[in-house]
């Protein structure tokens, strides 16, 4: 069984600031998601990928997979990026998804 | 961009009563997945479905729960004889292709009383 390690679990920060949040697993795996849910429920795919870094906008979304290690970064954070933030693995033959507990991200004005 | 789309957003039932979670993954996509998340916990896999048939399911996915793709649109969720444990927030999710990323619904609020 794949065990996902997400830390911090909450973080609060300034508008502004340059936020990491970091995802470890312990067994090998081909591809990785993250994914961004709102405060009604919401559950939004941000990044799905296997290896290197992939950036969308402010986002940016890095793995190692020899390390087993994951983050995802925002830069200039804004308010609206609070949300929580989950680390998910793709696994099994039906690629279901292994679920990390979330970081929940709060940027104050 | 097409969405996958869940009804009802909220559902409420009596414990026993049977409820249908109804979905409508994106157009094109293959492969089907239920998700549950109860409150303050991680979300959880229940079911895959490709092909019309189950391809995967976890342990929670007993004979209390059946899905079904009835016609070529929509993907449902059966939950017999609900208990309150059932009390969950169920996601939908779908995907064109083996390895594309997943696209999940906004989710519908199940409580059972």
């Known amino acids: 069984k794949n065990e996902v390690e997400q830390s911090p679990q909450n973080l609060t920060a300034q508008e502004g600031e340059f936020i990491t949040i970091n995802c470890s697993y312990s067994v090998g795996i081909s591809a990785l998601h993250w994914l961004q849910q709102h405060p009604g429920g919401g559950i939004v795919s941000l990044f799905m990928l296997s290896s290197g870094k992939k950036k969308h906008g402010r986002l940016i979304a890095t793995i190692n997979i020899q390390e087993k290690h994951s983050s995802l970064h925002i830069t200039a954070s804004h308010p609206r990026d609070s949300a929580v933030y989950i680390c998910a693995l793709l696994s099994g033959s039906a690629r279901q998804l292994t679920f990390g507990s979330g970081t929940q991200l709060t940027v104050l004005p | 961009e097409p969405e996958v789309t869940q009804t009802p957003s909220h559902q409420v039932t009596q414990m026993g009563q049977e409820v249908i979670l109804r979905c409508v993954p994106i157009s094109n996509h293959l492969y089907f997945y239920w998700y549950r998340q109860i409150l303050g916990q991680k979300v959880e896999f229940l079911v895959s479905?490709?092909?019309?048939?189950?391809?995967?399911k976890s342990e929670i996915f007993d004979d209390q729960f059946s899905v079904e793709r009835p016609d070529g649109s929509n993907f449902t969720l059966k939950i017999r004889s609900t208990k309150l444990e059932d009390s969950a927030m169920y996601f939908c999710a779908s995907r064109s292709s083996y390895n594309s990323p997943l696209h999940f619904g906004n989710g519908t609020r199940l409580t059972v009383t």
């Open positions: 479905f490709y092909n019309n048939e189950i391809s995967e």
